[in-house]
C-alpha cells in the first residue's frame, strides 16, 4: 500500500472550486496557485484536476510557469513561489503519465525553492514538504533509499517547523506518518511501523470531523492498521483497518479522483478478511471493489498496474474457493498485464512477478503443464534476484520459490530440485521472526520439503522433524483459520508415514483423527474436499489392511466414491492416483468396486489430457501417468469379473485420445440448437486449426458450453464416452478384435456384429513376457535385414544387409514368429469366429501394449479375410458414417530426393506415378513430381481430393512424434500440421512411404504415426507400411492396388482398399520375395 501513501505526503488545500483559466495573466494565476499551496505538490487531488482539465491545459500551464521563472531577474522574491508552482504542476503531470523527466524536473524545482528560502520564512516548510513528495514519488520508481531518506529528513524538518497550533501541522504529521510506514515497508523495522500509527492518529485527532481533508488521514491511519495486522496478525488491527477504509470509502464521492485508490485499499483489507477468516462474502466484496478501481483507471495511469495486482490475487482467492478455471485464467491474464505495464527498475516489479508466479502454479497444478512450471519457476527467481537481502518480502519470496523446487522435484524426482527446496523453506522461516503470522505457513514448508525426502531418502531424522513441524504448525494455526484443515492434512500424512515405517497403530489412529477433523472443516462445495476425502479414505484403508474391521472396508468405498461426485477436481493427476489406488485395494478385496474407480479414473482424462494443451504436452502425460497400463489394467479387471462390456468401453475410452479428441473437436453440429450450435464450432475450430491465441481459456469455454449443452433434454450425454450400445456398430461390416496385454494375462475381446455381446478370446499361452520376446526378434530379423525401423537413421536402406548374416536363417526365424502369431493369437480368434459360422470377409484388429506393431494380418497360413487395423471404435465408426461421395478424384505426390541429406533417392517413384497415370483414366489424376510437390502444394492436393497417393520418404520421431513427417521437396509435412487439417473430401490415402503406420513404443496406445493420423483428419482409410519397404515393390503394389479399384472403368470405394492391397500382397507373395518385403504392408480404416 505504499503507493497509496506516498500520495498523501504534502496534501494541498484547494478548496475554493475557482474556475480559473491558464489565459489569466501569470500574476492572477499565481494568485489561484497560492490558495492551492498551503501544501505543495499534491499528488492526491492535484491542482491540475481541480483547475486544468485537459492534458493540454496542463502542458500550457508548465509552458506558463517556465516564463514566469526565466524572464524576471533569478533574484526576484516571487522566484522561489514560482519554482515551487512549476514542480507542482510537473508532479502532476508525472502522476498522470508517469514520465520520469517530469518527476525529475519537479525535484529539481523543489530544491531550486527550498535553497532560495529563507530557513524562517513561513513558506519553508510547505516547500520542504513538496520536496519531500517529490522524493517519494523518485522512491516509488526507483526503490532508490536515498530518496526515501532524503524523504524523511525533509518530513521530519518541515514538522519541526510547524507550531502545534498552525492548522498545516496535521497535514504535515499525515506526510510524515507516510514516509514512515513507507520505510517500514521497505526495512521491515517495527519502530516505524510503530511511528506511523502514532502520527496518523496523532493527524486524525488534530483534524475537524467535517474538515476535507479528514478522509485522507483516516485512510493513512488504516493503511497502517492493516500493515500492523500483516507483521502481528491480531484481527483487531485489521477490523480497525477495514472499518476506517469502508467510512473513508462511504465519505468519498463516485467522481472524485480519489476514489479508486479508496476502493482498492478496502479491496485489499476485505482480502486480508477474507484470507484470514473464509468469509465468501468478503472475498466477493474484494473482487467487487476492485473491479470498479480498475473500471475507474484510465489505461495509461500509473496506478492501474496495482488495482490490477490486487484483482488477481482476489480472482486467485476465488478459485482457491470455488476451483471455476475462468477465474484462474483471468487471474493469469490480469497478472501477466500487471508485469507487463511494469518497468524493470520498478520497486513493486518483484512482488507482481511473484504473484505472477503463483497463478502459474495453480495453473500448472491443475492442468498439469510443465511449461506453466518453468514459467512460474523463472518468474520467481527473478523477483528473489529483484529482492534486497534485507527486505522484509524476502521470505515470502523465498517460500514462492522453494513451492515451485517442491513441484519441480515431484514432477521429475531430480534431487537437486528437492535440496533446493529444503534450502529455500529453510531460509524462508530463519528470516520469519517467531511472532509473525506467517511463521505457521513458513514452517509448513520446511515440514512438507522433509516429508519429500523422507519418502525418497527413507532417513526418519527427516520424518521425525517433519512430524514434530507439522504439529507446531497446527499449534500456531488459528481453529477458524481457513488454512487449518490443509495443515491437518499434513500432520496426518506424515503420522501416516511414521505409522508404515513403525507400525504403531496409535500414529494411525491420529492420523485418522486429524483427517477427520480437516474434512468436517472443509465446506462441502470447496475444492479442496475431494482431496481431503480421499486422505481420509487411504487412512482408512491402512486401517483396514491392519485390523481387517468391516465398518472400515465400508467407509473406504464411500469416501471414495463421495469424492469424485464432486465439481471437477483441482489437482486431476492427485485425483488419478487416487481412483488408481482405490481401484487396485479393491481388487484384492471386493473386485466389484474395481470398476466404478477404473471408470471414474478415466472420466479424468479430459482433465488430464486438457484439450487447450498443445498435442506435446497431452503425450508427456500420457506416458508420466501411465495411462495405457492402467487402461490394460482397467480392461483386464473387467475381463476378470466376465464383464465384457464395460471392458470394452473402458478399453476404447482409453486408446488413442489424441484422435478421440480430434474427433470431438468435428461433432454433428446438427443436433443443437443453432446458437449453441455455431458457438461450439466456433470454439472448436479454434482448437482444432490451432488459431486461438489463448488456448486454455478457449478450452474453458468450450467445456463451459458443453456442459450447458448437456443439461438440456435428450442431450444428456453429448460428447460423453460411448455406451457398447453405440460401438458395438463398429462391427457392422465385420468382427473386431480387441487386443489387451497386461502382467495377469493377454486376452483378445471379440465384437462379432451389433446385435450381440462381445466375445472372450483367451490367449493361455501369450504373456508380456513372450510378447516382448517376439517384439524383440522382429527388430533383430529387420536389423539383419537392414530394415530401418522407426528411430533408425534414414539412409539405412532396406538391402543393406548383415554380415555373418545367412537368408535362410532370417526365413527361418520369420517363419517361426509367424506360427507363434498363428497359432497363439491368430488361431484362437479364427476358432472362435468359426464357432459364429464365419469364415471369411473382413476382419479388424485393434491391438493395444506389445500386442501393437507385430504383423497379425501376416500370420495366417492361408486366409480367406482381408485384414486391417483401427486405432479405436470411434474412428472406425466415423469413417463408416461418412456418406460416400457421388464424384471421385485422385491426386498423387512423388517426391524422388529432397533437401534433406540422409534421403537417398527414391528411384522407383517416377514408374509408380506413371503406373498409376496408366491405370486411373477418369477423372485424370493431379500429379505433383519432384520440385511440384511443395508443402503448400502438397496441402492444397490433399484439401481438394478423395483418393491421395503419396510416394515419398517418412519419418517417425521418437522424442516428439507430432514432428514424424513426410519429407517433400522443399521441405515437410508433419503429423501435426496433418491432424489440424479439416479433410471433408477424404476417402482413403495411400502412404508410399517408409514407416508410416508405426508408432512410438511409449505411446502404443495411441497409434501415433502418419497413417492414423490422416484417418484423424478424416480420411476413411489408409494404406501405409509398420517398416520400410523395398524401392522395387512401392511400383508394383501400387500398380495392382489401383488395378483392382479402377477396374472395368469403375469408380472405387473406400472399403475396396483392403481387400484391393491383400492381393497386391499376394502377388509379392507368389513372387517369393523376402518376408521383409511383404510383410509390412497393412490397412487402416474402413
Given at each position: 500500500?505504499s503507493g497509496?501513501?506516498?500520495?498523501?505526503?504534502g496534501?494541498?488545500y484547494?478548496?475554493?472550486?475557482d474556475?480559473?483559466?491558464?489565459?489569466?495573466?501569470?500574476?492572477?494565476?499565481?494568485?489561484?496557485l497560492d490558495?492551492?499551496l498551503g501544501?505543495?505538490?499534491?499528488?492526491t487531488?492535484s491542482?491540475t484536476?481541480q483547475?486544468?482539465?485537459?492534458?493540454k491545459?496542463l502542458?500550457?500551464?508548465?509552458?506558463?510557469?517556465?516564463?514566469?521563472?526565466?524572464l524576471?531577474?533569478t533574484n526576484h522574491?516571487?522566484?522561489a513561489?514560482?519554482l515551487?508552482?512549476?514542480?507542482v504542476?510537473f508532479?502532476n503531470?508525472?502522476?498522470?503519465?508517469g514520465?520520469?523527466?517530469?518527476?525529475e524536473?519537479?525535484?529539481?524545482?523543489?530544491?531550486?525553492?527550498?535553497?532560495?528560502?529563507?530557513?524562517?520564512?513561513?513558506?519553508?516548510a510547505a516547500?520542504?514538504?513538496g520536496?519531500?513528495a517529490?522524493?517519494?514519488n523518485?522512491?516509488?520508481?526507483?526503490?532508490?533509499?536515498?530518496?526515501m531518506?532524503?524523504a524523511?529528513?525533509k518530513?521530519?524538518e518541515a514538522v519541526d517547523?510547524?507550531?502545534?497550533?498552525?492548522?498545516?501541522?496535521?497535514?504535515?504529521?499525515?506526510?510524515?506518518?507516510?514516509?514512515f510506514?513507507?520505510?517500514?515497508?521497505?526495512?521491515?523495522?517495527?519502530?516505524?511501523?510503530e511511528?506511523a500509527v502514532?502520527?496518523?492518529q496523532?493527524?486524525?485527532d488534530?483534524?475537524?470531523a467535517?474538515?476535507?481533508?479528514?478522509?485522507y488521514r483516516?485512510?493513512?491511519?488504516?493503511?497502517s492498521?492493516?500493515?500492523?495486522y500483516?507483521?502481528?496478525?491480531?484481527?483487531?488491527?485489521?477490523?480497525?483497518a477495514v472499518?476506517?477504509f469502508?467510512?473513508?470509502?462511504n465519505?468519498t464521492?463516485?467522481?472524485?479522483?480519489?476514489?479508486?485508490?479508496r476502493?482498492?485499499?478496502?479491496?485489499?483489507?476485505?482480502t486480508?478478511?477474507?484470507?484470514?477468516?473464509?468469509?465468501?462474502?468478503?472475498l466477493?466484496?474484494?473482487?467487487?471493489?476492485?473491479q470498479?478501481?480498475v473500471?475507474?483507471?484510465p489505461s495509461?495511469?500509473?496506478?492501474?498496474?496495482?488495482?490490477?495486482?490486487g484483482?488477481?490475487?482476489?480472482?486467485?482467492?476465488?478459485?482457491k474457493?470455488l476451483?471455476d478455471?475462468?477465474?484462474l485464467?483471468a487471474?493469469?491474464?490480469?497478472?501477466?498485464?500487471v508485469?507487463d505495464?511494469?518497468?524493470?527498475g520498478?520497486?513493486?516489479?518483484a512482488?507482481?512477478?511473484?504473484?505472477l508466479?503463483?497463478t502459474?502454479k495453480?495453473?500448472?497444478?491443475?492442468?498439469?503443464?510443465?511449461?506453466?512450471?518453468e514459467a512460474?519457476?523463472?518468474?520467481s527467481?527473478?523477483?528473489?534476484?529483484l529482492t534486497?537481502a534485507?527486505?522484509?518480502?524476502?521470505?515470502?519470496?523465498?517460500h514462492?520459490l522453494?513451492t515451485?523446487?517442491?513441484?519441480?522435484?515431484?514432477?521429475?524426482?531430480d534431487?537437486?530440485?528437492?535440496?533446493?527446496a529444503?534450502?529455500?523453506?529453510q531460509?524462508?522461516m530463519?528470516?520469519?521472526?517467531?511472532d509473525?503470522?506467517?511463521?505457521?505457513?513458513?514452517?509448513?514448508?520446511?515440514?512438507t520439503?522433509l516429508?519429500?525426502?523422507?519418502?525418497?531418502?527413507?532417513?526418519?531424522?527427516?520424518?521425525?522433524?517433519?512430524?514434530e513441524?507439522f504439529?507446531?504448525v497446527?499449534?500456531?494455526t488459528p481453529?477458524?483459520h481457513?488454512?487449518?484443515?490443509?495443515r491437518l492434512?499434513d500432520?496426518a500424512m506424515?503420522?501416516?508415514?511414521?505409522?508404515?515405517?513403525?507400525g504403531d497403530?496409535?500414529?494411525?489412529?491420529?492420523?485418522v483423527?486429524?483427517?477427520?477433523?480437516?474434512?468436517?472443516?472443509?465446506?462441502?462445495?470447496?475444492?479442496?474436499?475431494?482431496?481431503?476425502l480421499?486422505?481420509?479414505?487411504?487412512a482408512?484403508?491402512?486401517?483396514?489392511?491392519?485390523?481387517e474391521n468391516?465398518?472400515?472396508l465400508?467407509l473406504i468405498?464411500?469416501?471414495?466414491?463421495?469424492s469424485?461426485?464432486?465439481?471437477?477436481?483441482s489437482n486431476?493427476?492427485?485425483?488419478?492416483?487416487?481412483?488408481?489406488q482405490w481401484?487396485?485395494?479393491?481388487?484384492?478385496v471386493?473386485?466389484?468396486?474395481s470398476?466404478?474407480?477404473?471408470?471414474?479414473?478415466l472420466?479424468?482424462?479430459?482433465?488430464?489430457l486438457?484439450?487447450?494443451?498443445?498435442?506435446?504436452?497431452r503425450?508427456d502425460a500420457?506416458r508420466r501417468?501411465?495411462?495405457?497400463?492402467?487402461?490394460?489394467?482397467?480392461?483386464?479387471?473387467c475381463?476378470?469379473l466376465?464383464?465384457l462390456?464395460?471392458?470394452?468401453?473402458?478399453f476404447e475410452?482409453g486408446l488413442?485420445t489424441?484422435f478421440q479428441?480430434?474427433?470431438?473437436?468435428k461433432?454433428?453440429?446438427?443436433?443443437?440448437?443453432?446458437?449453441?450450435?455455431k458457438?461450439?464450432q466456433r470454439?472448436s475450430?479454434?482448437?482444432?486449426?490451432?488459431?486461438a491465441n489463448?488456448p486454455?481459456?478457449v478450452?474453458?469455454?468450450?467445456?463451459?458450453l458443453?456442459?450447458?449443452?448437456?443439461k438440456?433434454?435428450g442431450?444428456?450425454?453429448?460428447?460423453?464416452?460411448?455406451?457398447?450400445?453405440?460401438l458395438?456398430?463398429?462391427a457392422q461390416?465385420?468382427p473386431?478384435?480387441?487386443?489387451n496385454?497386461?502382467?495377469?494375462g493377454?486376452?483378445?475381446i471379440?465384437?462379432?456384429?451389433?446385435?450381440?455381446?462381445p466375445v472372450?478370446?483367451?490367449f493361455?499361452?501369450?504373456?508380456?513376457?513372450?510378447?516382448?520376446?517376439h517384439?524383440?526378434?522382429?527388430k533383430?530379423?529387420?536389423?539383419?535385414?537392414?530394415v530401418?525401423?522407426?528411430?533408425?537413421?534414414?539412409s539405412?536402406?532396406?538391402?543393406?544387409?548383415?554380415?555373418g548374416?545367412?537368408?535362410?536363417?532370417?526365413e527361418?526365424?520369420f517363419?517361426?514368429l509367424?506360427?507363434?502369431?498363428?497359432?497363439?493369437i491368430a488361431?484362437?480368434v479364427?476358432q472362435?469366429?468359426?464357432?459364429?459360422e464365419?469364415?471369411?470377409?473382413?476382419?479388424w484388429?485393434?491391438?493395444?501394449?506389445?500386442?501393437t506393431?507385430?504383423?497379425?494380418?501376416?500370420?495366417?497360413?492361408?486366409d480367406?479375410?482381408?485384414?486391417?487395423?483401427?486405432a479405436t471404435l470411434?474412428?472406425?465408426l466415423?469413417?463408416?458414417?461418412?456418406?460416400?461421395?457421388?464424384k471421385?478424384?485422385?491426386?498423387?505426390?512423388g517426391?524422388?530426393?529432397?533437401?534433406?541429406p540422409?534421403a537417398?533417392?527414391?528411384?522407383?517413384?517416377?514408374?509408380?506415378?506413371?503406373n498409376i497415370?496408366?491405370i486411373v483414366?477418369?477423372p485424370?489424376?493431379?500429379?505433383?513430381?519432384?520440385?511440384?510437390?511443395?508443402?503448400?502444394?502438397?496441402k492444397?492436393l490433399?484439401?481438394?481430393h478423395s483418393w491421395?497417393?503419396?510416394?515419398?520418404?517418412g519419418?517417425?520421431d521418437?522424442?516428439e512424434?507430432?514432428?514424424s513427417?513426410?519429407?517433400?521437396?522443399?521441405g515437410?509435412?508433419?503429423?501435426?500440421?496433418?491432424?489440424?487439417m479439416?479433410?471433408?473430401n477424404?476417402?482413403?490415402?495411400?502412404?508410399?512411404?517408409?514407416?508410416?503406420?508405426?508408432?512410438?513404443?511409449?505411446?502404443?496406445?495411441?497409434?501415433?504415426?502418419?497413417?492414423?493420423g490422416?484417418?484423424?483428419?478424416?480420411f476413411?482409410?489408409?494404406?501405409?507400411?509398420?517398416w520400410?519397404?523395398?524401392?522395387e515393390?512401392?511400383?508394383?503394389?501400387?500398380?495392382s492396388?489401383?488395378s483392382?479399384?479402377?477396374r472395368?472403368?469403375?469408380?472405387p470405394h473406400?472399403?475396396?482398399?483392403?481387400?484391393?492391397?491383400?492381393?497386391a500382397v499376394?502377388?509379392?507373395?507368389?513372387?517369393?520375395?523376402?518376408?521383409?518385403?511383404?510383410?509390412p504392408?497393412?490397412?487402416?480404416?474402413i
Open positions: 500500500m497509496s501513501i506516498f500520495r498523501q505526503i496534501e494541498i484547494h478548496d475554493t472550486g474556475p480559473y483559466t491558464l489565459e489569466a495573466t501569470i500574476r492572477k494565476f499565481q494568485e489561484v490558495l492551492a501544501d505543495p505538490n499534491n499528488p487531488i491542482f484536476d483547475c486544468l482539465r485537459e492534458m491545459d502542458d500550457a500551464a508548465i509552458v506558463k510557469y517556465r516564463e514566469a521563472v526565466d524576471p531577474p522574491p516571487d522566484r513561489s514560482w515551487q508552482g512549476l514542480a504542476i508532479g503531470r508525472y502522476q498522470r503519465l514520465d520520469m523527466k517530469d518527476l524536473a519537479g525535484v529539481e524545482k523543489y530544491q531550486e525553492a527550498v535553497d532560495l528560502t529563507p530557513a524562517d520564512h513561513p513558506k519553508r516547500q520542504l514538504q520536496l519531500a517529490a522524493f517519494g523518485r522512491y516509488q520508481r526507483s526503490g532508490d533509499m536515498n530518496d531518506e532524503a524523511m529528513e518530513l521530519q517547523l510547524t507550531p502545534a497550533d498552525h492548522p498545516d501541522r496535521a497535514a504535515r504529521l499525515q506526510g510524515l506518518a507516510a514516509a510506514a513507507n520505510r517500514y515497508q521497505r526495512l521491515g523495522d517495527m519502530t516505524d511501523l511511528a502514532e502520527k496518523y496523532e493527524a486524525v488534530l483534524t475537524p467535517d474538515h476535507p481533508k479528514r478522509t483516516l485512510h493513512g491511519l488504516a493503511i492498521f492493516t500493515n500492523c500483516e507483521r502481528l496478525g491480531d484481527m483487531k488491527d485489521l477490523e480497525a472499518e476506517k469502508q467510512a473513508v470509502t465519505l464521492p463516485a467522481e472524485h479522483p480519489e476514489r479508486p485508490y476502493l482498492q485499499d478496502l479491496a485489499t483489507s476485505f486480508y478478511r477474507y484470507q484470514r477468516l473464509g468469509d465468501m462474502k468478503d466477493e466484496a474484494a473482487v467487487e471493489k476492485y470498479e478501481a473500471d475507474l483507471t495509461d495511469h500509473p496506478a492501474r498496474a496495482t488495482r490490477l495486482h484483482l488477481a490475487i482476489s480472482f486467485t482467492d476465488r478459485y474457493r476451483g478455471m475462468k477465474d485464467e487471474a493469469v491474464e490480469k497478472s501477466q498485464e508485469v505495464l511494469t518497468p524493470a520498478h520497486p513493486k516489479r512482488s507482481w512477478l511473484q504473484t508466479a503463483l502459474l495453480d495453473r500448472y497444478q491443475r492442468l498439469g503443464d510443465i511449461n506453466d512450471m512460474a519457476m523463472e518468474k527467481q527473478e523477483a528473489v534476484d534486497p534485507d527486505h522484509p518480502d524476502l521470505a515470502s519470496r523465498l514462492v522453494a515451485l523446487f517442491l513441484d519441480r522435484y515431484r514432477r521429475r524426482r534431487m537437486r530440485d528437492l535440496d533446493g529444503v534450502e529455500k523453506f531460509e524462508a530463519d528470516r520469519t521472526p517467531a509473525h503470522p506467517d511463521r505457521a505457513c513458513r514452517l509448513q514448508g520446511v515440514a520439503s516429508a519429500d525426502r523422507y519418502t525418497k531418502l527413507r532417513d526418519m531424522k527427516d520424518l521425525k522433524t517433519a512430524v513441524k504439529q507446531e497446527v499449534n500456531l481453529a477458524d481457513p488454512n487449518r484443515p490443509s492434512d500432520l506424515s503420522l501416516t508415514d511414521r505409522y508404515q515405517r513403525l497403530l496409535n500414529d494411525l489412529e491420529a492420523a483423527h486429524k483427517y477427520q477433523e480437516a474434512m468436517d472443516q472443509t465446506p462441502t462445495d470447496h475444492p479442496d474436499r475431494t482431496c481431503r480421499q486422505a481420509i479414505a487411504a482408512f484403508m491402512a486401517r483396514y489392511k491392519q485390523l468391516p465398518e472400515d465400508q468405498h464411500t469416501y471414495y466414491g463421495d469424485f461426485k464432486t465439481q471437477a477436481p486431476p493427476e492427485s485425483s488419478w492416483r487416487a481412483a488408481l481401484a487396485f485395494f479393491s481388487e484384492d471386493q473386485p466389484v468396486y470398476l466404478t474407480a477404473y471408470s471414474v479414473a472420466d479424468l482424462l479430459p482433465d488430464l486438457w484439450m487447450g494443451h498443445p498435442i506435446l504436452v503425450q500420457i501417468l501411465h495411462i495405457g497400463p492402467a487402461v490394460s489394467t482397467a480392461t483386464q479387471s475381463i476378470a466376465s464383464d462390456i464395460s471392458a470394452v468401453q473402458l475410452q488413442a489424441t479428441q480430434i474427433l470431438q473437436l461433432p454433428d453440429f446438427n443436433l443443437l440448437p443453432p446458437d449453441q450450435a458457438e461450439l470454439l475450430s479454434a482448437l482444432y486449426n490451432g488459431t489463448n486454455g481459456k478450452a474453458y469455454q468450450r467445456q463451459e458443453l456442459h450447458a449443452i448437456r438440456q433434454p442431450l444428456e450425454h453429448f460428447l460423453l464416452r460411448q455406451p457398447y450400445q453405440v458395438c456398430h463398429a461390416e465385420g473386431v478384435v480387441l487386443l496385454s497386461h502382467p495377469k493377454c486376452d483378445g471379440m465384437i462379432v456384429n451389433p446385435v450381440s455381446d472372450h478370446v483367451a493361455p499361452n501369450v504373456t508380456l513376457h513372450e510378447l516382448g520376446k517384439q524383440s526378434l522382429l533383430q530379423l529387420l536389423h539383419c535385414c537392414g530401418r525401423t522407426h528411430g533408425e537413421s534414414i539405412t536402406r532396406l538391402f543393406g544387409g548383415q554380415e548374416v545367412s537368408s535362410t536363417t532370417i527361418e526365424h517363419t517361426y509367424l506360427a507363434w502369431l498363428w497359432n497363439n488361431k484362437p479364427y472362435v469366429l468359426a464357432s459364429y464365419i469364415h471369411k470377409g473382413r476382419l484388429w485393434l491391438p493395444s501394449g506389445l500386442f506393431g507385430l504383423p497379425l494380418h501376416a500370420c495366417p497360413p492361408t480367406k479375410f482381408i485384414h486391417s487395423y483401427t470411434g474412428l472406425l466415423e469413417a463408416q458414417a461418412k456418406k460416400p461421395l457421388n471421385h478424384n485422385i491426386g498423387v505426390v517426391v524422388t530426393h529432397t533437401g534433406h540422409s537417398n533417392y527414391l528411384k522407383g517413384v517416377k514408374r509408380e506415378v506413371e497415370r496408366s483414366k477418369d485424370t489424376p493431379e500429379c505433383l513430381i519432384g520440385e511440384e510437390a511443395t508443402s503448400s502444394a502438397v492444397d490433399l484439401q481438394k491421395v497417393h503419396l510416394a515419398c520418404h519419418v517417425q521418437l522424442v512424434p507430432t514432428k513427417r513426410l519429407l517433400l521437396y522443399d515437410v509435412l508433419e503429423l501435426e500440421t496433418i491432424l489440424r479439416s479433410l471433408s477424404a476417402e482413403d490415402v495411400f502412404l508410399a512411404a517408409c514407416q508410416t503406420a508405426m508408432g512410438d513404443a511409449a505411446l502404443a496406445n495411441e497409434s501415433f504415426h502418419l497413417g492414423g490422416f484417418i484423424a483428419a478424416g476413411q482409410g489408409a494404406i501405409g507400411t509398420l520400410s519397404m523395398n524401392d515393390d512401392g511400383p508394383l503394389v501400387a500398380e492396388v489401383y483392382h479399384l479402377f472395368d472403368g469403375r469408380h473406400a472399403s475396396d482398399a483392403a481387400e484391393a492391397l491383400q492381393l499376394n502377388k509379392l507373395k507368389a513372387q517369393k520375395v523376402p518376408y521383409e518385403r511383404w510383410i504392408f497393412i490397412h487402416m480404416g
